[in-house]
């Protein structure tokens, strides 16, 4: 669940915002996610398409709009910061797709993401939200949630509080062909400085080349890469 402020104009328009990321929408699909009135809704989007926030294509659908890029390119991210010094390395040692996901609310989102240069790959662009039901960095970010969004999840994931209190014990998570057929990963979970799990940082590719239990081969550099970012953070 997202934090409210208490400015109510504010929190709608950012629903509005979170709305319109998580799935382009036009005014009847953007009433139904964000639960506003009709006239409320439309005045909001308008209002964020003015200042360049949101976007309209020609079936007047509303899309992530290009002053959200222009104000993130701004952002001073220490997370972010981190990554671009590390993901590249990862990269390199394990020739395959590297990405940073943080939680927001029941999703994951792919704040970083770099990708091996050549060959097949597990292509997951940046901004990208996906659910915590399935893949190794669900579980790494879930296994360190609070118990009540643990309980929520657990319901419709694919895995169980056993796999998760496995991810706390051994301090990595793998998958295969659970986010996707066809793909494997392996992810550890990445600290702030004061202890607390902040994102996951994850190495994905096809199953052939990393097999079904891709952690016997890359989870010791994965769980490097996390403590490296941690250090810089």
């Given at each position: ?13 950012v ?12 005014l ?19 209002g ?80 990208a ?16 949630a ?24 051994r ?35 096809p ?27």
């Open positions: 669940m997202r934090q409210h402020s208490g400015i109510g104009v504010l929190d709608k328009a629903a509005v915002l979170y709305a319109v990321a998580e799935h382009p929408s036009g009847n699909e953007l009433c139904a996610r964000t639960g506003l009135p009709r006239a409320t809704a439309h005045r909001l989007a308008v964020l398409e003015v200042h360049r926030l949101l976007a309209r294509d020609s079936n007047g659908t509303w899309r992530p709009g290009p002053a959200l890029a222009e104000l993130a390119t701004s952002a001073d991210d220490p997370l972010l910061e981190a990554a671009s010094a590390i993901l590249p390395r990862l990269r390199e040692i394990t020739g395959e797709s590297v990405q940073l996901y943080c939680r927001d609310g029941n999703a994951r989102v792919c704040v970083a993401a770099l990708e091996p240069p050549v060959g097949l790959r597990d292509t997951v662009p940046i901004g939200r996906l659910p915590l039901t399935a893949g190794s960095a669900a579980k790494v970010l879930l296994a360190w609070d118990p009540e969004l643990q309980r929520t999840i657990l319901t419709d994931a694919v895995f169980g509080e056993r796999a998760l209190a496995e991810v706390r014990k301090g990595w998570a793998q998958s295969a062909a659970e986010r996707a057929a066809g793909v494997a990963s392996v992810s550890a979970p990445v600290r702030d400085a004061g202890g607390t799990v902040v994102a996951a940082v994850s190495v994905s590719g199953i052939d080349r990393m097999g079904r239990r891709p952690g016997a081969r890359w989870a010791a550099d994965l769980v490097a890469a996390a403590e490296a970012l941690h250090k810089r953070l």
